[in-house]
């Protein structure tokens, strides 16, 4: 690709006009962008100066002097912003899971880049949505509220799954208060237009907010001590709910479904039988004493030695270790029984 030299570029872009006073030096961070401009037979890389109005730019070229001049991001047929380094670093602390450096760099992008903002592929909004997306897996409410109060929603770079994450993300600012409002949670899973535009893991973080909004109308006396009735009906739904969150996240991100899980075993462990079968039973456990167990008393074992083997390896929890020891592998029966089935051999 060759760059055009100032004085044929000068006359390819007969639609972008020179900006006046733009000999003036800024201190704004630049970045560059590879756009085909009207009249031009190839892209070119300019020096991006600022976002000047709906739809318009002013830009440099490289090398060119330093003149500025103003296009419209409408009459490119390309428009290509080149990630900035810090912002790229941004995104892969949060890809690795180093969410705090990661809200830290992304909110300095979104500061030192806002005057691209109206541009497609801008890295101030992009950074904006990775801020939100790490305060939420960092479980931090008031941020995460905070931050969606001041998204960029009517930016162009903003997807329909971005907006939704940004609608989710505010409502899930009210789990900080009383466990959040289940109405409001009900109301964005009703929402078929906003479930087209939400992936999986945002779909998670609803089922989350819808969770912890029931939890909180269970007693926590009878969470110590035993549930009883609609205690035991509504955790019944909180814990289904933690658990399509773990399902939403996986191989995404951990740390909501390792709250979900640990929120959900204590009330599963509280529901009605649950640990009046853990004195009964024999360990290690048979067949037997598995297959007569209640359901809640299997799922609150399953659920901890999931914590034990793939979420929380090394977590510290006496229930979690004392049912996980109760685990039965029911894959070896099926092995038997696939031997008693087969044909005898002649």
């Not at 991100?253 to 024999?282: C, F, I, N, Q």
Request: glycine share 6%; with cysteine; hydrophobic share 40%.
């Amino acid at each position: 690709m060759k760059l055009l030299n100032i004085i044929g570029f000068a006359a390819a872009v007969l639609s972008c006009v020179p900006f006046v006073g733009a000999q003036e030096a800024s201190d704004k961070a630049k970045v560059r962008a590879y756009v085909h401009l009207p009249k031009q037979k190839s892209p070119t890389l300019l020096e991006l100066e600022t976002a000047s109005g709906k739809n318009k730019f002013r830009f440099v070229v490289p090398r060119s002097g330093g003149q500025q001049m103003e296009a419209t991001v409408g009459s490119c047929s390309l428009f290509l912003i080149q990630t900035p380094a810090d912002l790229a670093e941004g995104m892969n602390e949060y890809r690795e899971g180093d969410l705090t450096a990661c809200r830290k760099r992304m909110a300095n992008c979104r500061k030192k880049y806002e005057h691209y903002m109206g541009l497609p592929g801008n890295p101030a909004a992009i950074a904006a949505l990775y801020e939100l997306k790490a305060a939420v897996r960092q479980m931090d409410w008031a941020a995460a509220a905070a931050l969606a109060g001041s998204f960029p929603a009517d930016d162009p770079t903003m997807s329909d799954y971005d907006k939704a994450t940004a609608r989710v993300a505010a409502m899930m600012g009210g789990i900080a208060q009383n466990g959040g409002d289940l109405a409001a949670v009900e109301a964005l899973l009703a929402d078929k237009e906003l479930l087209k535009s939400v992936n999986a893991e945002v779909y998670g973080w609803l089922c989350y907010a819808k969770a912890r909004a029931l939890e909180a109308k269970v007693p926590a006396d009878q969470i110590k001590g035993g549930l009883s009735g609609d205690a035991a009906k509504t955790a019944s739904q909180a814990v289904d709910a933690y658990c399509q969150c773990v399902v939403s996240h996986h191989s995404i991100a951990t740390e909501l479904p390792k709250d979900a899980l640990r929120r959900a075993l204590p009330m599963l462990w509280a529901m009605p039988g649950v640990k009046e079968y853990s004195k009964r039973v024999h360990t290690p456990v048979d067949a037997k004493g598995w297959n007569g167990a209640p359901a809640d008393f299997r799922d609150a074992v399953a659920m901890a030695q999931l914590m034990k083997t793939v979420y929380d390896p090394d977590t510290k929890n006496e229930l979690v270790d004392s049912l996980a020891r109760l685990h039965y592998n029911t894959a070896k029966d099926r092995k038997k029984d696939k031997k008693a089935d087969a044909p005898a051999k002649k």
